[in-house]
């Protein structure tokens, strides 16, 4: 049954930590994704892969990182330099075609909280 | 700068009527638009898609229109089943990723 997996579902930081976030997809798509959702907010873009070894970033980049080793793994670092980084993390990917036609898939999201 | 607003936080729809969930946008370049639906502590799940050279697109219950010289597009659901109370987004396809709106809340009560 294939799908994204995100790990783990909730998540506690203390400030001053680095922490990683999980996503993983069997969906054999080459795009990836990582989005942020605050209360009352749409999901705003971080980072993205079309490809493996490779990634740009989005709209809200600062104070994260993100690795593309392998096709099916697209893992998230929320770095101490994120003033603010409680929120629900959701991880998407979807098929890359020359074509806009194709939906994203997301996960079930990780929440992060500040200890 | 919000390029893709649903002006309608919430929305309340008695069950078996229409619901009818709104979505502006600026940028005329945006090529696709696409409609998720999200329940609490829940991924968005897709739901529709229209791409921008047609004004209407039906998937049993849902059918998206869109109406490119007033940048606008809805998603009708009927009938309304209390199912479907959930946060609607609707999403534009820009260069290379999705820019997504606000949402709206669905209630459907019996």
């Known amino acids: 049954d294939g799908g994204i997996t995100q790990s783990p579902k909730y998540l506690f930081r203390k400030e001053g930590q680095n922490v990683t976030l999980s996503c993983e997809q069997n969906?054999?798509?080459?795009?990836m994704y990582w989005y942020r959702q605050d209360p009352g907010q749409g999901l705003r873009l971080i980072y993205y892969s079309q490809i493996v070894n490779d990634f740009q970033k989005g709209d809200i980049a600062e104070g994260y990182s993100v690795s593309r080793e392998k096709k099916e793994s697209f893992p998230l670092t929320v770095t101490s330099a994120q003033k603010n980084p409680t929120a629900f993390y959701l991880c998407?990917?979807?098929?890359?075609?020359?074509?806009?036609?194709?939906?994203?898939?997301f996960g079930d999201g990780t929440r992060l909280s500040i200890l | 700068d919000q390029q893709v607003k649903q002006n309608s936080p919430s929305l309340s729809v008695q069950e078996g009527r229409i619901s009818i969930l709104n979505c502006d946008y600026t940028?005329?370049?945006?090529?696709?638009f696409l409609w998720y639906k999200k329940y609490p502590a829940e991924g968005p799940t897709f739901l529709i898609s229209i791409s921008s050279i047609k004004d209407k697109n039906e998937d049993g219950r849902f059918t998206v229109f869109l109406n490119k010289s007033a940048k606008h597009l809805s998603l009708h659901i009927v009938p309304s089943q209390p199912g479907d109370s959930a946060v609607y987004f609707c999403a534009a396809h820009g260069t290379d990723k999705l820019i997504f709106g606000t949402g709206t809340r669905l209630q459907v009560f019996p």
């Open positions: 969906l054999n798509h080459d795009a």
């Open positions: 998407a990917s979807s098929a890359w075609t020359q074509w806009s036609n194709q939906p994203q898939h």
């Open positions: 940028n005329s370049m945006f090529d696709y």
